[in-house]
Each structure stands twice: as C-alpha cells, then as structure tokens.
C-alpha cells in the first residue's frame, strides 16, 4: 500500500499533519487485519537536527562535513522505508523532503515494491515558519534550527511539482487548515492511492524480474553466456566449421 511522503519547510507543521494522518488511518483500517501501518521520520530514527547544519565552520576539526552527515542520515531513512514498504503496508514519511532527486528515489523505490506513492505538501508562508522557530529557539526546544540553518534549508527547499511524476498526486494542507479542511485531504488523499480506483502500479523494466534468471545474478549470467558464445567462436574459427550457439536454432537471426 501506499507511501506518503510529508514535505514543507522546516517548523512549518509536517509532524503534527504526519500524526494526524498516520490517526487518520489507523482509524480506517482498525477493522482490517490485511493492512499494516508505519510512521517514519527523523525522532523514529534518534536523528538530531544538527545533520541538516551545512556550516563547516561550526564543526570540530577532527569531524565529517555537516553534508555527509545528512546523507548518513537520509540513508538512514531510506533503510527504514525500504524495510517496511510493500503492497500490505502504509508507509508516512516525516520529514524536510526537500530535495525532488530524494523524491524520485523514493517514488523509484514505492513502484519496484509496486505500491502507490504521493506527497502531501504541508503549505506555510516563510514568516510564519521563521516564527515558530524562533519561539522554538526561545524556549530551548531541541526541535529548533539554528537560524542559519533555517534559512539555509528555506533556501535549498524544492517545491513539488504536480506535474512531476514522482511528486504525484501532490496534496497540500495549510499550516492553519481547520479539522474539516484536514479531513477532506486525507479523503481525497485515501481515494487516490487506497481507493477503488488507484491506479495499478508496474515496475520499471529495468527492476521487472528477468525471465529464468530472476533470482540470480543477471548480470553475471549474461557475462557468462557471452563469455560461451565467444569460445566457441574462437574454437570453431581454425577449422572453419559450423559455429553451435546454445539456446538457438538453425535460421536464428
């Protein structure tokens, strides 16, 4: 079943939409022992913040780049999503999701397991967002960026494009959207990817398992039928004589 993908900027109210979905759905399916349902984000995994930091200068010497940090730390993610999506449960994801190429990946990933996949855009002026982190940096709250690194991460930010493919079905929520708003999304997100008429999902052909061969090596496999074809060839060139190809038959070609 479907993978839903939070995105928004940074303190613009993704968690608190995540949770009220992941209520939401686990409202619609109480009665259903089919399906099974997963909330993944950065406070499921225990990771800080500080990896979306990209200032160098505020790091020890003796540490990695801010930026392979984050790249460990979505790595991270993406192990967890991978690991519990299937056609049997509901994945959402929490988090920046800023970058459209984490996007695509993830939209890869949802259609190799052949599941559905959406976005659901948290939407939130700058200002608005701006606010909740410094009342957030005021009060000590570890959930807070540093000011740098807000703006930063507002900057870098990569809205979702609903003609994109990896983005769509793209749903927006605003921040300040009152409960009825919030359940006419969640209805209309549900008949999109869980209803009678979501689309029927295919891999691509190029993670579309291979005939005799799905479940070894293909690669190695073709290397070694090649490797045959070639020795024959060489064996039979002395005498001139007729070359046999496995798996074919006289006429091929």
Not at 46 to 67: G, M, Q
Request: proline content about 5%.
């Amino acid at each position: 079943m479907p993978l839903i993908v939070v995105t928004g900027f940074p303190t613009s109210g993704k968690s608190t939409r995540a949770q009220q979905l992941y209520d939401y759905l686990a409202e619609r399916l109480a009665d259903s022992k089919q399906w099974r349902l997963h909330l993944v984000s950065d406070d499921s995994l225990s990771i800080s913040r500080s990896v979306y930091h990209l200032s160098p200068a505020s790091l020890p010497a003796h540490t990695r780049s801010a930026n392979a940090s984050e790249k460990d730390a979505r790595a991270a993610v993406y192990g967890a999503v991978k690991r519990v999506l299937s056609d049997r449960d509901f994945v959402i994801l929490d988090g920046l999701n800023y970058i459209k190429g984490w996007r695509y990946q993830l939209h890869c990933e949802a259609k190799a397991a052949r599941t559905p996949s959406c976005v659901l855009q948290v939407g939130c002026s700058v200002d608005a967002a701006r606010s909740v982190n410094q009342q957030r940096l005021q009060r000590g709250d570890d959930n807070a960026y540093e000011p740098a690194n807000w703006d930063n991460l507002v900057f870098r930010y990569e809205e979702p494009n609903a003609m994109a493919r990896w983005d769509s079905p793209l749903f927006t929520l605003i921040w300040d959207d009152d409960a009825s708003r919030t359940r006419d999304t969640f209805n209309a997100l549900w008949e999109a990817v869980a209803g009678d008429g979501r689309p029927v999902v295919r891999p691509n052909q190029a993670t579309a398992p291979r005939g005799r061969d799905a479940d070894g090596d293909y690669l190695y496999v073709l290397e070694r039928e090649t490797q045959d074809v070639v020795k024959r060839i060489l064996d039979q060139q002395a005498n001139g004589g007729d070359v046999k190809v496995p798996s074919t038959t006289v006429g091929d070609g």
